[in-house]
């Protein structure tokens, strides 16, 4: 267990409905990542925080996702109008700023599929 | 882009060691990452490398050399439950982390 938390751990909707999952990071840390995994592949970039900014979002994600860290505690992330395509493992991250090398320490992610 | 390469998938027996390679392609980062993943698990801190060289840490130790884009993760007295995924990962510009697709250890008896 690292400190870091994701609600829920598994996740099946329907093509087309709304999905939101939650991410405690460790309270001390200023920095929260989100990234999705597939199978066989590693965990692909989406999004992170720095306190409550949102400072960068890759281009693989499209406007059905969203995210949010209100009060630079948790972060949720919502995807909308979900896709088969969607299913993936979402993982959360979290570091502090200079902390050593800044390791990003992993939640056990939130399995989604959807059918 | 930063293109990252590892072999898919190795095998070796227990007892024995194993090298790990990866190889990358970017015009520049912080440090490079070692992380193990078990299947359905997230992944967990190995190493870290920012100079050139060797880290130790017990049975794992971790190697970079920037010049030649290379690195590699070395298991020794290889144990059953270091059958796992291994993820090499650059720690780029505000610590965000671009992954390889991993290589899959199966730790034989």
């Known amino acids: 267990d690292t400190g870091v938390s994701q609600d829920p751990r598994h996740k099946i909707t329907k093509r087309g409905q709304n999905v939101t999952f939650r991410c405690d990071p460790i309270?001390?840390?200023?920095?929260l990542y989100w990234y999705r995994q597939t199978l066989g592949q590693g965990p692909e970039f989406l999004t992170y925080f720095q306190n409550e900014a949102q400072l960068e979002k890759s281009r693989l994600l499209s406007d059905r996702f969203s995210a949010e860290r209100p009060k630079g505690s948790f972060s949720t992330l919502e995807i909308q109008r979900t896709e088969q395509g969607d299913s993936a493992m979402y993982l959360c991250a979290s570091s502090l700023t200079g902390g050593p090398s800044e390791t990003q320490y992993f939640g056990p992610g939130t399995r989604l599929l959807v059918l | 882009g930063q293109n990252i390469d590892q072999p898919t998938e190795m095998t070796a027996t227990e007892g024995a060691i194993v090298q790990i390679n990866c190889t990358y392609q970017t015009s520049g980062f912080n440090g490079l990452f070692w992380y193990q993943q078990h299947a359905g698990e997230a992944p967990t801190f190995l190493s870290y490398?920012?100079?050139?060289g060797l880290e130790e840490k017990g049975r794992f130790s971790s190697f970079l050399s920037r010049s030649k884009g290379y690195s590699y993760l070395l298991l020794k007295e290889l144990q059953m439950k270091d059958s796992a995924s291994y993820l090499c990962?650059?720690?780029?510009?505000?610590?965000?982390?671009?992954f390889g697709d991993g290589t899959t250890l199966t730790v034989k008896p």
């Open positions: 990962a650059l720690n780029t510009n505000a610590g965000k982390s671009t």
């Open positions: 309270s001390e840390h200023n920095r």
């Open positions: 490398n920012v100079l050139d």
